[in-house]
């Protein structure tokens, strides 16, 4: 008999291993069985829906800016249509704080909620390329049998076709981040033109295909076991009232194989030939886990979902729906793999959205969000600074008026250049630009230098304030308050 030393080491060896390396450190490839039910289906247009968007953004515009551009090289970005430039620093900062709250209050509410049904990496594995796969290589069992066999004419022909349609979306993809980084316009122009003339560009999709085919093809659950941070923040981000994709132990243990009845009809003989086999005929274990191992066979990272809370699980919902077909055959309720907390399981409760703590966090997130937008739609389309000339004092004309020296720069983050014009609010003062008026393109910035004249009258003292108003198009866009030096009264 098993010691309880020997027994506790048999049961949480799970948690110093993964189940994709085996104890040599070769890795196991995972062929899980193909997921079917409510909540297969439920992802199924969840990713169709997100699929759509991530490859018809690119199209989309908002006056002449794409809706959405993260171009790196130039320093250029595009939210919404609207055109984000270095100088907007302050909001980047307070966006990638806002984001990283968000990560936090997200997960202790809602769990990895987001890797099962909106993380780009499972819904491109578990929806496009592991589907392909299913269509031309069969079912999980199928996909071993092809595997060992020699190389064949079929099997030549299957993995010829298979990796020939992975490459094929995943230049499709590389094509799209592309269209994200640089433009549509210019991804066209890449992909007509020679390559000598976009040499980079040609370069950087050609490296971009070939890493989203190692990760989909190759690589696969690892990116999210052992490259992707999010999993290892479960352990100190998750709480016991956290959802999670849950196995009911209270309910389901201890598990145990279907049996037959030991009634007097079975040992005289067994069951009659003349009728099938009933639920009735069987002995059903004293929880309702019949130990299948179905929730083990479909899942993509190969885990246990019995074995509890784990890093490797992505919340994708394979388990649940396996899970509630047994129950559907052996009349049991469904639910014994849910989403639920630990709070939910121990106490016998069903997770609720309008449980205190997760509507605390949810309006938290909310407000954070709706902050975060509010500064970017609320940023001003231009950025000017007016400083006076280094180095200088004033000089009095002949005239008697003073005259002050500054320097002037603005930023058009608009999406059309800008002509600009300089006022002083509410005085008879007289701006002289050297040079012609500013102009500015979309998404530039000019500098320029001007003399600003004052009656005396207007500038009593040493130091004086005053407002200098920036025009555009006939409408006043800022307003800067600078300080006038002057003689004195």
């Given at each position: 008999m098993d010691t309880l030393e020997e027994i506790i080491r048999d049961t949480e060896e799970y948690r110093d291993t993964i189940a994709t390396v085996d104890e040599k450190g070769k890795r196991i490839w995972i062929h899980p069985k193909k997921p079917k039910?409510?909540?297969?289906?439920?992802?199924?247009?969840?990713?169709?829906?997100l699929l759509t968007l991530l490859f018809g953004t690119p199209f989309i515009k908002v006056g002449d800016n794409p809706l959405f551009l993260f171009n790196i090289f130039e320093r250029k970005f595009v939210l919404f249509g609207r055109l984000f430039l270095p100088a907007d620093f302050h909001l980047f900062v307070l966006a990638t704080i806002t984001f990283f709250v968000f990560i936090i209050l997200f997960t202790v509410a809602y769990g990895r909620v987001w890797c099962g049904w909106a993380c780009p990496q499972t819904v491109f594995m578990e929806m496009v390329f592991r589907r392909i796969e299913y269509w031309i290589e069969g079912d999980a069992n199928q996909q071993r049998k092809l595997k060992k066999r020699p190389w064949d004419t079929d099997k030549i022909l299957r993995k010829t076709a298979k990796h020939t349609i992975f490459i094929a979306i995943s230049s499709l993809i590389a094509h799209t981040v592309m269209a994200y980084m640089i433009g549509l316009a210019n991804t066209f122009k890449i992909v007509t033109q020679p390559p000598n003339e976009n040499l980079a560009g040609f370069i950087g999709l050609m490296a971009f295909t070939g890493i989203f085919y190692g990760v989909?093809?190759?690589?696969?659950?690892?990116?999210?076991?052992?490259?992707?941070?999010?999993?290892?923040?479960?352990?100190?981000l998750l709480t016991k009232d956290s959802v999670a994709v849950s196995y009911d132990f209270e309910r389901g243990e201890p598990r145990g194989k279907l049996k037959k009845k030991k009634t007097a009809k079975n040992l005289n003989g067994g069951t009659s030939a003349t009728r099938a086999l009933t639920m009735e005929d069987l002995e059903t274990p004293?929880?309702?886990?019949?130990?299948?191992?179905?929730?083990?066979?479909?899942?993509?990272?190969?885990?246990?979902?019995?074995?509890?809370?784990?890093?490797?699980?992505?919340?994708?919902?394979?388990?649940?729906?396996?899970?509630d077909t047994v129950m559907d055959k052996i009349d049991k309720p469904r639910g014994l793999i849910r989403y639920a907390s630990h709070n939910n399981i121990t106490n016998k409760t069903n997770w609720k959205l309008r449980n205190p703590r997760v509507m605390a966090y949810t309006a938290v997130l909310l407000i954070l969000v709706v902050v975060q937008a509010f500064l970017l739609v609320e940023r001003g389309q231009f950025e000017v600074t007016i400083l006076r000339a280094p180095g200088t004092l004033y000089n009095v004309l002949p005239n008697g008026n003073?005259?002050?020296?500054?320097?002037?720069?603005?930023?058009?983050?608009?999406t059309?250049?800008?002509?600009?014009?300089?006022?002083?609010?509410?005085?008879?003062?007289?701006?002289?630009f050297a040079g012609n008026e500013l102009k500015v393109k979309k998404g530039g910035n000019a500098e320029g230098v001007f003399v600003l004249e004052m009656p005396?009258?207007?500038?009593?003292?040493?130091?004086?304030?005053?407002?200098?108003?920036?025009?555009?198009?006939?409408?006043?866009?800022?307003?800067i308050r600078t300080v006038f030096l002057g003689p004195g009264s």
């Open positions: 039910g409510r909540f297969y289906n439920r992802r199924k247009v969840v990713s169709v829906i989909f093809a190759k690589f696969r659950e690892q990116a999210c076991i052992a490259v992707c941070p999010y999993g290892r923040l479960q352990s100190v004293q929880g309702d886990c019949v130990d299948c191992k179905l929730c083990v066979q479909v899942c993509p990272t190969g885990i246990d979902i019995r074995n509890g809370n784990q890093m490797e699980c992505v919340s994708c919902t394979a388990c649940i729906d396996a899970c003073v005259t002050n020296v500054y320097n002037t720069r603005i930023i058009n983050k608009s059309e250049e800008a002509s600009f014009t300089y006022k002083i609010a509410h005085s008879k003062g007289i701006i002289h005396p009258k207007e500038v009593p003292e040493i130091k004086t304030k005053i407002n200098i108003e920036i025009w555009s198009k006939g409408k006043k866009v800022e307003t």
